[in-house]
C-alpha cells in the first residue's frame, strides 16, 4: 500500500522562476494538504484541496497555487520565487476532509531558491 | 503564526531514560495530535487526542491534555536511540487545517 509520494525531492531554482511540485495521496485519501516547512520551524499551512477544489487557504500569497486532479492528486505551483521560499514542501493526506482526521505526509520537496 | 507552542525546544538525554515535552496553544480545539519528523523527512503521526479526553497512551507514549490550562504533555518511556527526532504538536479546530508548533529537538545518547 504506497503512501503519499511527493516530487521531486530536490529542486533547485532561482529568484522569479516558477515551479510545480506533485504530490500522490494515499490510496484510499481523498483530500490533500499542502504545508510549508522552514528550516528550524514547524509547518504552516497552505492550502487543502478537496473534491478538485480549494477547500480553505493559510497566510500565503497568490503566488501559490494549487490544483487537484480527478484521481486525487495535487500540484503546488508558486510563481514569481523569492529566496524566503526557500524549505521544504509537505503534502499531506487524509481519507475525509477537515482537520480532525490524523495526517499522512509524504517526505517533501526540498526548494532551494538562489 | 503558529499556534502551539512546545517546550523545551531541545531535550538531549539518555539512554532508558524518559522524555517530557509540553504544547501549549491559545485557541479551542476539536482535538490534539503530536507527530514526530526525522532529519528533515516527512512527518510521521504518533497520537490523537480529543478535547474531551484527559489522557491518552500508545506503546511507550502517554499523551495529556488540559483544556483549561490550554496545554499538552507528550511522554516518552524507556528512551532508545530510534526516538531521536523532532516532535511537534498540532492542534485543529473547526476548520480544515492542522496549526503546528515549532517543534522540540530530541536527542537520546547512547
Not at chain 1, 503519499?4 to 510545480?20: A, D, E, M, Y
Not at chain 1, 517526505?107 to 532551494?112: C, M, V
Not at chain 2, 496553544?25 to 504518533?46: A, D, E, F, M, P
Not at chain 2, 511507550?60 to 499538552?72: C, F, I, M
Request: net charge neutral.
Amino acid at each position: 500500500d504506497a503512501g503519499v509520494t511527493q516530487s521531486p525531492t530536490h529542486l533547485i531554482k532561482t529568484r522569479g522562476q516558477q515551479v510545480t511540485l506533485r504530490c500522490s495521496p494515499k490510496s484510499g485519501h481523498d483530500t490533500v494538504s499542502w504545508y510549508q516547512q522552514a528550516l528550524g520551524q514547524g509547518p504552516q499551512f497552505i492550502f487543502q484541496y478537496y473534491e478538485e477544489e480549494e477547500r480553505q487557504r493559510g497566510n500565503f500569497p497568490d503566488r501559490f497555487s494549487g490544483h487537484q486532479y480527478p484521481n486525487y492528486s495535487s500540484e503546488l505551483n508558486v510563481n514569481a520565487l523569492l529566496l524566503g521560499d526557500s524549505a521544504l514542501y509537505l503534502c499531506a493526506s487524509t481519507p475525509v476532509s477537515g482537520g480532525n482526521s490524523p495526517l499522512h505526509f509524504g517526505n517533501g520537496t526540498r526548494l532551494t531558491v538562489t | 503564526s503558529q499556534q502551539g507552542e512546545e517546550d523545551p525546544q531541545a531535550l538531549s538525554i539518555q539512554e532508558g531514560e524518559n522524555a517530557t515535552m509540553n504544547c501549549s496553544y491559545k485557541t479551542s480545539i476539536n482535538n490534539l495530535q503530536w507527530y514526530r519528523q526525522n532529519s528533515g523527512r516527512g512527518l510521521v503521526h504518533l497520537i490523537l487526542i480529543r478535547s474531551n479526553e484527559r489522557e491518552k497512551h500508545s506503546g511507550r507514549l502517554r499523551v495529556t491534555l488540559d483544556t483549561s490550562k490550554k496545554s499538552s504533555s507528550l511522554l516518552i518511556t524507556a528512551s532508545r536511540a530510534a526516538d531521536t527526532a523532532s516532535y511537534f504538536c498540532a492542534t485543529a479546530s473547526n476548520d480544515y487545517k492542522l496549526s503546528f508548533g515549532a517543534g522540540t529537538t530530541v536527542t537520546v545518547r547512547a
